[in-house]
């Protein structure tokens, strides 16, 4: 129970912060209590939110140049949000089993359950996908990595697309969607 009043907390505190250097504050603070594991942290959240934050940011940037407006103040402000609150979830969830904080309700347990398989499940798949083509090629080759990646993007397709189809059905099964 605490857990999650610390989690909701602190989530809903970093979303409310509108003022940047209110924001620098929370960052620090964020900062602080994970300075054991700051390091590894930050390399995962830069990892995670790399794409999307270099999406928003140059999506902003072309917006801003159109409007003749000065971008800067909302980038940095949009990214230390992405970044503090992605630190602060992986700080979160790396000291309290997601298992248990979703524990709560019948229904996310079983989300999360089926997510979790998903998941691993894909992992998996890639992870044998990488070894087999380690295992066949020694040297690296343009077209060849090029129709490994077409191959495997092919294959996860497929299977997401059957994999979600057979998820709606045991969920519905379960009366998910009554």
């Known amino acids: 129970m605490l857990n999650r009043a610390i989690f909701f907390i602190g989530f809903f505190l970093i979303l409310w912060l ?3 250097s209110y924001l620098f504050v929370a960052f620090s603070i964020v900062s602080l209590v994970c300075w054991r594991d700051f390091w590894i942290l930050s390399k995962k ?3 995670s939110v790399a794409f999307f934050n270099a999406g928003i940011t140059l999506g902003y940037l072309i917006l801003a140049f159109y409007k003749d407006i000065s ?3 909302y980038i940095v402000y949009i990214n230390l949000k992405v970044f503090t609150i992605t630190l602060f979830m992986f700080w979160f969830f790396k000291r309290v089993s997601i298992v248990e ?3 709560f309700s019948k229904e996310m347990s079983y989300i999360l359950s089926i997510t979790l398989s998903q998941i691993y499940s894909y992992k998996k798949s ?3 996908f990488r070894l087999a083509y380690r295992a066949r090629f020694v040297k690296s080759f343009r077209q060849r990595e090029k ?3 077409a191959v495997v993007f092919s ?3 497929k299977k997401s697309m059957s994999d979600s189809h057979q998820r709606v059905l045991a969920m ?3 009366g998910f969607f009554d």
Do not use: G, M, T
Request: charged letters at 35%; proline letters at 4%.
């Open 18 to 20: 509108k003022d940047i």
């Open 45 to 47: 959240v830069f990892k």
């Open 71 to 73: 971008p800067w103040y």
């Open 101 to 103: 904080f979703f524990s």
């Open 126 to 128: 890639f992870e044998d």
């Open 147 to 149: 129709d490994f990646i």
């Open 155 to 157: 294959y996860f397709l």
């Open 172 to 174: 519905r099964a379960r």
